[in-house]
């Protein structure tokens, strides 16, 4: 088992910046794609989008075209920790942020993410 606490989410206005942070227990960090996802608040988890994911290397890293060039995906592994750098918010970046973690990233509804976090919230206004 993997588990995964989301943090960093919060009120920015348009043009902001913001880095959640997604803290991993439980099995070796490294065997592990990272990733993040969001969807709107009270939506169901069969409508998150898909947002950033970083090998278990480091090296490669995807980016979903509405988000490529503002956010920026890494992880620590001394600290068990993958990070989403959220720069140029939008309001349409509203959303809950989910962190997860897979063997390999897949399509949706799952991604083939098999653990997941409960998300932290960011909202951007106008």
């Known amino acids: 088992q993997v588990q995964l606490v989301e943090s960093g989410g919060d009120l920015v206005q348009a043009g902001g910046s913001l880095r959640l942070s997604c803290a991993a227990s439980?099995?070796?960090?490294?065997?592990?794609?990272m990733g993040w996802f969001r969807q709107a608040p009270g939506s169901a988890g069969s409508e998150r989008k898909f947002?950033?994911?970083?090998?278990?290397?480091?090296?490669?890293?995807f980016y979903a075209d509405s988000v490529e060039g503002r956010f920026t995906i890494s992880r620590d592994y001394a600290k068990n920790t993958a990070y989403l750098q959220m720069n140029s918010l939008k309001p349409e970046d509203t959303a809950v942020y989910l962190c997860?973690?897979?063997?390999?990233?897949?399509?949706?509804?799952?991604?083939?993410?098999?653990?997941w976090g409960k998300g932290t919230l960011v909202t951007v206004s106008s």
């Open positions: 997860a973690a897979g063997t390999e990233l897949k399509e949706a509804p799952n991604y083939g993410m098999d653990y």
């Open positions: 439980g099995r070796t960090f490294s065997n592990y794609v």
């Open positions: 947002v950033a994911a970083i090998g278990w290397s480091g090296r490669n890293t």
